[in-house]
């Protein structure tokens, strides 16, 4: 399923459909207290090596929700955010519970991504780049496997892609081309500032925090955060009991459904260009049960 065949975004009272991506369906309010801010919606659907599927996981999107504002208001000392309102009141009804109002900021063209661990793109770009030994052009040890702790986490920002194209990681100097010294300076410490608060608090209750990206915009000269923030969309949840380089790690994410596509289960093949098979109900459940795991053990709250 590409962008052109995403199911279209609900029509919404007093609210003007802007875009659509992956996840996320995008308003702009016309009517209420909040006229011209920006009504975000976290739906169902989940996407997969750069295909959304056809089947989405029950609650998914109340969760991302939930998880983003829980994290937000962890955060909320080191970094100003985005939100506006998740009064009740404010927010149709069709979509209570898994849509915030939130400032429509000027965004920064850069995937802010912190990584503790070497996995994913991180560990591709290290095998490739040799005896160097580097990511996004930072040096690294050598003799590091997947799921290695890094001596100190790193700022390894990628290109944001449209969907079905990949982002693409990047140095700290193309950042600097793109948006300045001063802001990818600041880019690059919010980042890492914001991660190191994260994986802390993720580690006291039995979660590495491997890696994270983070999304900036602009509001009167501050930098604010934005989008979805440390949901297992966007991160790497692995439980640290469970933790061991040298292996790919069990993960509190959508790699349940990764497994499942890739294996002769599924009749799938990847380079096939077609869209993975819609899901088999224990594959659905067992990517919802994750998520709510994952949603329950950071914040210690119920689903």
Known sequence: MTLANIPPA???????????G????????????????????????????????????????????????????????????HIVSTDPADIPA???GRAVICDNLAMYPVECVARGYLTGSGLLDYVATGPDHSVCGISLPAGLVDGSRLPAPIFTP?????????????SFD?????????????????????????????????????DTKFEFGDRGGAIVLADEVLTPDS??????????????????????????????????DKASGEAPPPLPPEVIERTRSRYVEAYELLTGETF
Do not use: C
Not at 10 to 20: M, Y
Not at 158 to 170: I, Q, S, Y
Not at 184 to 195: E, G, I, N, P, Q
């Open 94 to 96: 069709e979509v209570l």
């Open 158 to 170: 990628a290109t944001k892609a449209e969907l079905g194209d990949h982002d693409e990681n990047v």
């Open 10 to 20: 609900p029509a919404l009272p007093g609210a003007r459909h802007v875009h659509s």
């Open 174 to 210: 193309a950042v600097v081309g793109t948006v300045g010294t001063e802001i990818a300076a600041a880019l690059r410490d919010l980042t890492l500032t914001v991660y190191g608060r994260a994986e802390e608090i993720a580690r006291e209750r039995g979660i590495i925090l491997a």
């Open 235 to 268: 991160s790497r949840y692995w439980p640290a009991d469970e933790w061991q380089p040298g292996r790919a790690q069990p993960s509190y994410d959508k790699q349940i459904v990764r497994n499942w596509a890739l294996s002769p289960e599924s009749g799938w």
């Open 22 to 81: 992956k996840v996320r369906d995008l308003y702009e309010l016309t009517e209420g207290p909040h006229v011209g801010k920006l009504l975000m919606v976290a739906s169902d659907r989940l996407s997969i090596f750069d295909f959304v599927l056809e089947t989405t996981i029950p609650d998914k999107g109340e969760i991302l929700t939930r998880t983003s504002l829980w994290w937000f208001d962890q955060l909320e000392d080191l970094v100003p955010n």
